[in-house]
C-alpha cells in the first residue's frame, strides 16, 4: 500500500512540475543554447573566409597596408572574446563580444572601400567568388541573430509568466538571456555619395 501511494505521489509530482511549466522552461532554455550556437557557427565563418579575402586583396591593394591589418587585427580581437552559454546571461561579457563583431565589420566595410579602388580587383573571379562568400555569410549571420532573438524573447517570456515564474523562482532559478541589441549608430542609414 505504501509503494502504491509513494508511486502515486511521484506521478501527482511529475504531472503538477510539467503542468507548471518545469520542463517547457528548460526546452526553452536548450532553445536559445541552439539559437546561440548557429550564431557562433556564422560568425565562424565569416572569421574563416577574412585571412583569405586579405590575402586576395594585399596582391592587389599592397599600398593600403593599414587597411588591411585593421581587418586582421579585428578578426583576431573577435576570436579571442568567447561568449559560452553560461554567460547569455551576463550583459557585460555580451556586450564586448557584440563590440568585437561590431569592429569587424567596420573593417570589412573599409576593406570594401579599398577594393572599390582597384578595378583589377573587382574583375578578379577569385575576389568575386569570395566576396559573394562573405555576403552570403552576413545574410546567415543576420538571420542567426534574429533565430536567436525570437528564442530569447519565447524564453524570457516563459520565464516570466505565470505560474512559469513561480516554478522558476522555487525550483530552476533560470536566468533572464541577453538578445542582440542594434550597434550604437545603427539607427541613421549611412550616406551614399557619388
Request: avoid cysteine; charged fraction near 25%; aromatic fraction near 8%.
Given at each position: 500500500m505504501k509503494k502504491l501511494s509513494l508511486m502515486a505521489m511521484v506521478v501527482l509530482v511529475l504531472l503538477g512540475l510539467s503542468g507548471c511549466?518545469?520542463?517547457?522552461?528548460?526546452?526553452?532554455?536548450?532553445?536559445?543554447?541552439?539559437?546561440w550556437g548557429n550564431v557562433e557557427a556564422a560568425y565562424q565563418r565569416r572569421a574563416d573566409l577574412i585571412p583569405n579575402l586579405v590575402e586576395v586583396v594585399?596582391?592587389?591593394?599592397?599600398?593600403?597596408?593599414?587597411?588591411?591589418?585593421?581587418?586582421?587585427?579585428?578578426?583576431?580581437?573577435v576570436g579571442s572574446i568567447q561568449v559560452t552559454k553560461d554567460a547569455l546571461a551576463n550583459q557585460q561579457a555580451f556586450a564586448r563580444f557584440q563590440e568585437a563583431q561590431g569592429q569587424l565589420t567596420g573593417a570589412l566595410s573599409r576593406l570594401m572601400v579599398v577594393v572599390e579602388r582597384y578595378p583589377d580587383l573587382k574583375a578578379n573571379q577569385n575576389f568575386l567568388d569570395l566576396q559573394n562568400?562573405?555576403?552570403?555569410?552576413?545574410?546567415?549571420?543576420?538571420?542567426?541573430?534574429?533565430?536567436?532573438?525570437?528564442?530569447?524573447?519565447?524564453?524570457?517570456?516563459?520565464?516570466?509568466?505565470?505560474?512559469?515564474?513561480?516554478?522558476?523562482?522555487?525550483?530552476?532559478?533560470?536566468?533572464r538571456k541577453e538578445p542582440f541589441k542594434a550597434e550604437a549608430g545603427a539607427q541613421t542609414a549611412p550616406k551614399v555619395k557619388f
Open positions: 511549466g518545469y520542463n517547457t522552461m528548460q526546452a526553452k532554455e536548450e532553445a536559445v543554447f541552439a539559437a594585399k596582391g592587389y591593394a599592397k599600398h593600403e597596408a593599414d587597411t588591411l591589418q585593421a581587418v586582421t587585427e579585428a578578426r583576431a580581437k562568400q562573405l555576403e552570403g555569410t552576413e545574410n546567415r549571420i543576420n538571420v542567426a541573430r534574429t533565430r536567436y532573438n525570437e528564442a530569447v524573447q519565447d524564453f524570457n517570456t516563459s520565464i516570466r509568466t505565470f505560474p512559469n515564474s513561480l516554478t522558476n523562482s522555487i525550483v530552476l532559478k533560470l536566468q
